[in-house]
């Protein structure tokens, strides 16, 4: 560890204790999200990879395949955001993970091209 990360640390400490809490909270992950509410099985929906793939337009996919994709994306996120929603876990939470999950996923396809290509 270096010096200077260490005053950091140690400055970080002090701030803490002089505000009497921390600025630091653990990260909510999709699945710790859907774990606590009971709602795991929304990842085991059979229109769970509609709902979270992405969408990367090739030189020759046209606008209506394009639009075609979307279009069933956005029924799949709707039936399952729908049909899992209940006390506990909105419609709109799910999608809001659905949209997370499908982030990632074009995410992951666009550093895998990036560094694929070179």
Request: proline residues 3%; glycine residues 4%.
């Amino acid at each position: 560890m270096s010096f200077p990360f260490s005053l950091f640390l140690l400055k970080l400490s002090i701030i803490q204790k002089l505000l009497g809490f921390t600025a630091v909270k653990p990260i909510v992950t999709v699945y710790s999200f859907l774990q606590e509410r009971g709602a795991l099985n929304v990842l085991s929906d059979k229109y769970i990879e509609t709902a979270t793939h992405e969408i990367i337009p090739k030189k020759t996919t046209s606008r209506e395949a394009i639009q075609r994709e979307i279009k069933k994306k956005e029924r799949a996120v709707k039936l399952i955001s729908k049909k899992y929603s209940r006390e506990g876990v909105s419609e709109d939470e799910l999608v809001n993970c659905l949209y997370s999950i499908g982030e990632y996923h074009w995410f992951a396809a666009i550093i895998f091209n990036i560094f694929s290509h070179h």
